[in-house]
């Protein structure tokens, strides 16, 4: 069983979970220093400075280190 840590959907393959996270809300926020994908709500507590959540990471600051998985996309598009 693979499950989404960041809305505890479950699947049954690796795939589907994938498949999965790319349209997930609940991970809807990019570091692009560590990788992680995160809630926006595991990264600021104001919603207005954000941090990568990831304690060995200083990834910081939206549209800085820190990008919305939709932004991303239309960005490569
Ligand atoms: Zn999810
Ligand atoms: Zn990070």
């Not at 990264?43 to 939709?70: K, M, V």
């Amino acid at each position: 069983m693979h499950t989404c840590r960041d809305c505890n959907q479950s699947f049954q393959t690796e795939l589907a979970l994938e498949l999965h996270r790319d349209t997930c809300e609940k991970g809807q926020l990019f570091c692009q220093v560590c990788g992680e994908r995160f809630r926006e709500g595991d990264a600021t507590q104001d919603g207005w400075h954000y941090d990568c959540p990831n304690e060995a990471c200083d990834g910081t600051g939206l549209q800085e280190d820190l990008f919305q998985i939709d932004d991303l996309r239309t960005a490569t598009h």
